[in-house]
Each structure stands twice: as C-alpha cells, then as structure tokens.
C-alpha cells in the first residue's frame, strides 16, 4: 500500500497508453472527460465486471466542480455497464483543471440502480495505517452515507449521467469509438 492516497486528476486519460479520443469539455459546472480503450489495451474490471477491454467507452463526470466523481462505462457496442461514483476528496484547482485525493471507497452501480459499496477492506487498512486521516475518512463515510441516501430516494445519479446512453432506441451506436463520427445522446432529462 502507499504512504499517502492517490490523486485523481482530469486529464490523466490523455496519457493513459491503452487509451484514445480523449475529449474534455465543460458542461455548466461539470466537467465530462470521454475516452476509448486502444485493440491493445488489457482487460479491467470492478469486482467480476468488465468495464475496460478495447473499444469500451469510459465517460468521467467532475459533478460541482470536482466535489463529486461519477464514472460511466460502456463496452464496444455501446452498451451501458455501469457506473462507478469514487469516493474522493476534492483539491483546489488551478485554472481550468481539477483534481482528488481518492479516498479508496467506492459505489458500484449497476443500470438498474443496484449499489455496492467497494474497496472496504482497503479503506481501512489506509485509515489504521494512517495513510488516510481521520478527517477524510470521516468524510468519505459521510459521502457513502449521502450518496446511498441518494441513490434510494432517486436523486442520484445525477439524470445527466443516469440518462447517457450510445444506443438509441433502434440499437443503433449513437456514439463511435475515437476517429470516428458520432455524437453523445442524453435521451431523458
């Protein structure tokens, strides 16, 4: 394990070698990274998911400028996966981009809004060694706590991402893998 937690930063896709098409834009107080999986690129996986191999599409939402990080997953074909809300602690930014300490927890969560709480055991190993101070941890709790809340009472994810989809209605990809044509499609509001 590290002495001290990992940052998150937007951007970091962009040199990722098993990745391609990065794209970043602003949308309100979000930022929303997308990025492809090259042929080459090895398998990744949360929990016995898949939701890295080539051709799949990952989408990055920095909800109210980086409080929150909501991941969103699709395979080759388009094809929603599911969602993965990092649990982090946000940085102050300089400029335009930002930044997170992950904090190790997570919440997978499938399309039809089922939620697992990830990276348990880890989380507190980091706060017994000491990697992860008090105070983050209880915050990290705390953010478990509000997000699940959420999730229950259907106001989390946020319909932005909750309603992203590549396939339309007709099973058509809306959205090609890098170097390609093609657009994002928000179906719902």
Partial sequence: MQDSPTIIASGEWENDPQLA??????????????????????????????????????????????????EKYFDEQGRALGMYARIALARHSRGRGLSAV???????????????????????????????????????EQQIRELTTAIAHKRYPPALVRNLTLVDSAGEVTLQPAGQSGSIQNTKR
């Fill in 21 to 70: 098409g990065y794209r970043a834009e602003w949308l309100s107080d979000t930022l929303v990274e997308r990025a492809t999986w090259l042929p080459h690129a090895s398998l990744q996986r949360i929990q016995r998911q898949v939701v890295g191999a080539p051709g799949y599409i990952w989408f990055r939402f920095w909800l109210s400028n980086g409080e929150q990080l909501l």
């Fill in 102 to 140: 992950d904090l190790l927890l997570g919440l997978w969560i499938t399309e039809d809004a089922r939620v697992t709480v990830l990276n348990e055991v880890e989380f507190e190993k980091a706060v017994a060694e000491g990697i992860i101070a008090p105070v983050e941890a209880e915050h990290a």
